[in-house]
């Protein structure tokens, strides 16, 4: 199959692939329900060597870089107690995390995760975190722009290959929360 953006040689349906995937990636494509067909959620073969996003771009295709969304994970802290969350932004724009997450946490202070906390708890390589398989009870905050984009190209959970995803099926994650103002 064709791949509906980028230069890829071939795109594969996430779900006759999932030995591509991470385990919780994969799990998730499993148990698909959202209004947009599990069918319709594309793997691409990508090589790590690109990874930097000028040459991931320069290699894959120069429209990728308005169409690409980085998914990175955020730690609100209140008291003693800290939560964990994903932002789902386009990769030309930064999370605002001391203004908006911090708002929609309740947290007094936010920041990114560690490393070891993003991989650890999400079970995903670091540089290729997806919003598809995050745990449950992480709320997922989403830009407006990355929902409005007919495909959307994500991490698939390894640093090796890429999704491909209509936006709007961002919206339909679990405790996904569209908000305004997250990447600016």
């Not at 929609?104 to 540089?127: H, I, N």
């Amino acid at each position: 199959m064709r791949a509906p953006i980028g230069d890829f040689d071939t795109a594969t349906p996430a779900p006759d692939c999932l030995d591509e995937l991470t385990a919780p990636v994969a799990n998730a494509v499993r148990a698909w329900s959202g209004a947009v067909p599990a069918d319709q959620i594309l793997y691409v073969e990508t090589d790590p060597q690109w990874a930097d996003t000028a040459v991931f771009v320069e290699r894959y295709g120069r429209e990728l870089l308005d169409r690409s969304a980085n998914c990175v994970v955020v730690a609100g802290r209140r008291g003693g107690e800290t939560t964990l969350a994903a932002c789902l932004v386009l990769s030309t724009t930064r999370v605002d995390v001391n203004g908006v997450v911090r708002r929609q946490l309740g947290s007094r202070k936010a920041s990114f995760a560690s490393m070891d906390t993003a991989t650890g708890e999400t079970g995903m390589e670091y540089g290729g975190i997806t919003p598809i398989g995050l745990p449950r009870d992480w709320a997922l905050l989403v830009d407006p722009a990355v929902v409005d984009l007919p495909w959307v190209l994500v991490g698939s959970g390894r640093r090796r290959g890429k999704l491909l995803v209509p936006g709007k099926a961002f919206a339909q994650l679990p405790n996904a929360v569209v908000l305004d103002g997250l990447g600016a």
